[in-house]
């Protein structure tokens, strides 16, 4: 197989990862970002090689780039000019981050009738959906003819039981408009399900663990024998924890009350839920590692917030550790929050040594900045694993496992 072409699109962005293959290991060999695409006076792109020289650091490029189109067109040119001059036919696909797919259970092969999925979905994720779609139909125009796989963030939560993923409310809400729990950050817990099945010597079958994906969108999942049973995320990502500007969990009522005191209307609704609120809302910083060092400051505003973080985060640990029957070989941290900050791993897990569940101090103070590692005392009956994420070597992976069968 020849290389792979990892696409996640935005409304003016497209970030892209190159990966060549050989004897079915895939190795990173450009990461990039054209961003504020449409606003030609600013538009450009910003490129990490990974491959030649790692140390060089980014590099950035000025360009008007109108659309999606001409955005991926301009990657090419990029790729022909540092890699090979015939890029084009040494992708043998395409794997595109999609983030909604509705029941779709498994990455695919794209055709009118996923193109037709992704744009239904698109009511349940307007943000991101037709963003997507953009990238696919960039890419159909520039690498015309090649094969393109869209991989779904929802997908690897489809396994979720009915009692898991139904809301209570009648039922013709959800045969009628889909509405029901989906999950997020599924191409993330797939990947770490792998990994840590391999740090702990096990099939992916065989693996029971609680892995929680920490970063500005933040989310907990409950994996039975490899497979999601349930996760805090729901028919949006809004729902579960608190987040850099979302809310998370809060009685519904809250929202009515506001529109009927301040006359919101729903557009401003969905704006205070998920951009002016969490971390932002709570203490004025979206950034937790502001949030650390305001609170560290005395900021009462600051320590509040991470107290409320904590808390709900907590609150998900113990509700999956009964669903999962106290079964868990490990629980993993990931994400940006996961991966690098020792001191709110640490203090989400304190006190649980009744439930066998014990922190090592130093190891958890030198497992950061990309490092993987245990950070569980000996004592520990439960393996506490710091894993870094890497959706796009999983999108990867998945594009390859498509084309081969």
């Known amino acids: 197989m020849g290389s792979v072409l990892v696409i996640n699109s935005g409304s003016s962005s497209l970030k892209f990862k190159l990966f060549t293959s050989a004897a079915k290991k895939l190795t990173a060999v450009v990461t990039g970002l054209v961003d504020r695409i449409g606003d030609v006076a600013h538009s450009q792109l910003v490129v990490t090689n990974q491959k030649s020289d790692p140390q060089a650091g980014k590099q950035t490029y000025k360009e008007s780039l109108s659309d999606h189109t001409h955005a991926l067109d301009y990657v090419l040119d990029y790729l022909k000019q540092q890699y090979s001059n015939t890029i084009k036919d040494e992708v043998a696909a395409l794997g595109h981050r999609v983030v909604h797919g ?8 794209v055709d009118d009738k996923v193109m037709q999925i992704i744009k239904e979905a698109a009511d349940l994720a307007p943000l991101h959906n037709p963003a997507n779609l953009q990238g696919i139909v960039a890419a159909s125009a520039v690498f015309t003819g090649s094969p393109q796989v869209a991989v779904f963030d929802t997908a690897f939560h489809q396994t979720m039981p009915p009692a898991a993923y139904m809301y209570a409310l009648p039922h013709e809400y959800y045969t009628k408009y889909h509405v029901r729990k989906y999950g997020f950050h599924g191409t993330s817990v797939k990947y770490l399900v792998s990994q840590a099945a391999r740090l702990l010597g096990k099939a992916e079958s065989q693996v029971s663990l609680i892995v929680a994906h920490l970063g500005a969108g933040a989310s907990v999942t409950a994996v039975q024998n490899g497979r999601s049973i349930d996760t805090t995320m729901g028919l949006t990502p809004l729902e579960g924890l608190v987040m850099g500007s979302r809310c998370g969990d809060m009685d519904p009522a809250v929202v009515l009350y506001l529109m009927q005191k301040g006359s919101l209307s729903a557009q401003e609704a969905d704006k205070l839920m998920n951009k002016q609120s969490g971390f932002l809302g709570l203490c004025g910083h979206a950034d937790v590692r502001a949030v650390q060092e305001a ?38 941290f990931s994400a940006g929050m996961g991966e690098n900050s020792a001191v709110l791993r640490g203090r989400s897990l304190e006190g649980l040594q ?44 998945q594009t390859m496992q498509v084309l081969e069968t």
């Open 295 to 332: 609170a560290d400051s005395g900021d009462e505003k600051a320590g509040i917030a991470l107290e409320v973080y904590l808390h709900r985060l907590r609150r998900y640990f113990g509700a999956f550790l009964v669903q999962l029957r106290g079964n868990v070989d490990a629980i993993v």
């Open 354 to 397: 009744a439930f066998g569940i014990d922190v090592d101090t130093q190891r958890n103070a030198t497992t950061v900045g990309g490092k993987e590692g245990e950070i569980q005392s000996d004592s520990s009956q439960i393996k506490v694993l710091v894993i870094p994420t890497d959706e796009e070597l999983s999108i990867a992976q």
């Open 102 to 109: 509705m029941h779709l259970s498994e990455p695919v092969l």
